[in-house]
């Protein structure tokens, strides 16, 4: 199975799953035995440990051993560009502030885009011994199990996560939007990390999700895998901040209109 740029998928995936479980070997060690050396980012609550900036050296030294001539976008180092049409999209470990604590919701997050198209994607989380995974037009997987998003039409009954990230400006939207929902649906849920959230969806445990501001390695393998589960992905702008929205088809009208409602409160 080749791409239009003549990649072969198939080798891609198999070389995507070979590198996210040297990663999670690392993450299960470290977590086991080590301390973990924690520091902040942009505020206070923003954390980062030496095992992300380390699982993120051991994608990138895989990613240049294999495909020297790529480009690849990380959440702790930025852009390493290659001036290539293909571009790795990584994030070692979404979920940080939960892998401190041994709470086991975060997980591997990396994809290919090909000419800003994301081609494969995988979201891996060792602790639940869950790999999902899709290639653009074959449909996703979880654990070698196409998985399909939900049926649901109805938003009062339907289960929906979300995320709050990050403090600042988002504090006030964040509250109001899920004020604003919790009574609208049967549940709410916050798993913390954006990749899961969205992989959730493609399996139908959730109905839909929706998060502010999120960045390309939040959601990129997660947005490919959700999509080719069957979901709607949308991304719309609120005032400053953008907002992701996925869910199936029956629902996205519904949930994009019962979330916007939330800006008149």
Not at 46 to 70: A, G, M, Q
Not at 119 to 141: D, E, H, I, N, R
Not at 212 to 241: K, M, P, S, Y
Request: glycine share 8%; with cysteine; hydrophobic share 40%.
């Amino acid at each position: 199975m080749r791409n239009s740029e003549g990649l072969n998928l198939n080798d891609v995936m198999n070389e995507i799953e070979k590198w996210v479980e040297l990663t999670a070997a690392y993450q299960r060690e470290a977590l086991q035995h080590q301390q973990l050396q924690v520091q902040t980012k942009a505020y206070d609550t923003d954390f980062v440990t030496d095992v992300d900036l380390k699982s993120e050296e051991i994608l990138i030294k895989c990613i240049h051993e294999t495909y020297p001539e790529h480009s690849i976008l990380t959440e702790e180092r930025g852009m390493l560009d290659r001036q290539s049409d293909y571009l790795w999209v990584i994030d070692p470990i979404d979920g940080t502030t939960n892998f401190i604590h041994g709470f086991p919701m975060s997980s591997i997050s990396i994809a290919l885009q090909v000419k800003g198209v994301t081609q494969a994607g995988m979201v891996y989380s060792p602790w639940l011994a869950m790999k999902f995974y899709a290639t653009k037009g074959k449909g996703a997987y979880l654990n070698g199990k196409r998985i399909t998003v939900s049926q649901t039409s109805e938003l009062r009954i339907s289960l929906l996560a979300t995320g709050f990230p990050g403090a600042g400006s988002r504090e006030h939207i964040n509250l109001v939007y899920f004020s604003h929902m919790i009574s609208k649906v049967s549940g709410i849920r916050r798993t913390g990390s954006a990749a899961l959230d969205l992989c959730f969806v493609a399996a139908s445990y959730f109905d839909g999700y929706w998060e502010f501001d999120l960045n390309d390695w939040d959601i990129c393998a997660g947005a490919l895998i959700a999509e080719e589960a069957g979901g709607r992905l949308l991304q719309t702008q609120v005032g400053q901040h953008s907002l992701t929205i996925c869910c199936n088809g029956q629902m996205l009208e519904t949930l994009q209109r019962s979330l916007l409602e939330s800006q008149e409160i």
